[in-house]
Nanobody, 122 residues
């Protein structure tokens, strides 16, 4: 059974950092990524990585502040978030696909975690 389990969310102040983790089990994935959904808003793409991590992608809100990385030995993807802002407050979801896929489209990811809450206070 495939599972994606996120961890690392929490309540922080503006300017702080957090590292989210997503541990996958049941199989390995070519593409792994992160999306987020703020209250009252649609889910948006944050970042994604190829299996080798030689190719990474970022949404506009993440560029320059967030870094995605992978540890394939642990079947885990990370999202390092620096210089957090109140507008980064959202539930962050890990997503995975067996194949290489267009990374910004949610429908391309068959597997999803339950999400982890990130709250950034001003």
């Amino acid at each position: 059974q495939v599972q994606l389990v996120e961890s690392g969310g929490g309540l922080v102040q503006a300017g702080d950092s957090l590292r989210l983790s997503c541990a996958a089990s049941g199989r390995t994935f070519s593409t792994m990524g992160w999306f987020r959904q703020a209250p009252g808003k649609e889910r948006e793409f944050v970042a994604a990585s190829s299996r080798s991590a030689d190719t990474t992608y970022y949404g506009d809100s993440a560029k320059g502040r967030f870094t995605i990385s992978r540890d394939n030995a642990k079947n885990t993807v990370y999202l390092q978030m620096n210089s957090l802002k109140p507008e980064d407050t959202a539930v962050y979801y890990c997503a995975a696909a067996v194949r290489a896929v267009p990374v910004r489209t949610q429908a391309n990811y068959p597997y999803w975690g339950q999400g982890t809450q990130v709250t950034v206070s001003s």
